[in-house]
T-cell receptor, first 112, second 113 residues
Framework: DAKTTQPPSMDCAEGRAANLPCNHS???????VYWYRQIHSQGPQYIIH???NNETNEMASLIITEDRKSSTLILPHATLRDTAVYYC?????????????FGKGTLLTVNP | DSGVTQTPKHLITATGQRVTLRCSPR?????VYWYQQSLDQGLQFLIQ???????AKGNILERFSAQQFPDLHSELNLSSLELGDSALYFC????????????FGQGTRLTVV
């Protein structure tokens, strides 16, 4: 699976959009971009994933650049409960091997 | 609630002992994954089972073993425990693969004293 690079920490004001970047310059054509988050010592929580197109669900939006070498997770209206470590993961789709390799992620702190 | 159940939530045991952690996956999920999270190591993948068969292995110690039973629940066995094995152990489950997401349980916090 391709390696990802994320800033170690970010701050965001409550109610504002949080934009979390991720670089994955060695991503292959069949690799998906996944985002998970972990709120202090809880189990990681799936947020969203995508291959090429931008994706949106009830939690967030995922913007993937045209060359697929980077992506941005957008939380449109951050709340204090969104304070967590956010992980960007790249993995190959298909088959039954679903190993997720977590890096250090980005600690997002939402401030009142 | 992710639908993945892990028991027990907390476990305190002495060095040299053996413990078993249990995981019940979400209904319909065939794959189970185990992860270890200690303070200085982050989330480390240990092992994956798919429909009862081992499919992927990570940095799992020889003192650790796992299995997935016919009813798809899984157990992680940790033996000859050392102080350094103290960590959060997470189980996750997913459907048959492809581009499906994994859902994590709330973890078992193991403390070795």
């Amino acid at each position: 699976d391709a390696k990802t690079t994320q800033p170690p920490s970010m701050d965001c004001a409550e109610g504002r959009a949080a934009n979390l970047p991720c670089n994955h310059s060695t991503i292959s054509g069949n690799e998906y971009v996944y985002w998970y988050r972990q709120i202090h010592s809880q189990g990681p929580q799936y947020i969203i994933h995508g291959l090429k197109n931008n994706e949106t669900n009830e939690m967030a939006s995922l913007i993937i650049t045209e060359d697929r070498k980077s992506s941005t997770l957008i939380l449109p209206h951050a709340t204090l409960r969104d304070t967590a470590v956010y992980y960007c993961i790249v993995r190959v789709g298909g088959g039954s091997n679903y190993k997720l390799t977590f890096g250090k992620g980005t600690l997002l702190t939402v401030n009142p | 609630d992710s639908g993945v159940t892990q028991t027990p939530k907390h476990l305190i045991t002495a060095t040299g002992q053996r413990v078993t952690l249990r995981c019940s996956p979400r209904s319909g999920d065939l794959s189970v994954y185990w992860y270890q999270q200690s303070l200085d190591q982050g989330l480390q993948f240990l092992i994956q089972y798919y429909n009862g068969e081992e499919r992927a292995k990570g940095n799992i110690l020889e003192r650790f073993s796992a299995q997935q039973f016919p009813d798809l629940h899984s157990e992680l066995n940790l033996s000859s425990l050392e102080l350094g094995d103290s960590a959060l152990y997470f189980c996750a489950s997913s459907q048959t693969g492809g581009n499906t997401e994994a859902f994590f349980g709330q973890g078992t916090r193991l403390t070795v004293v």
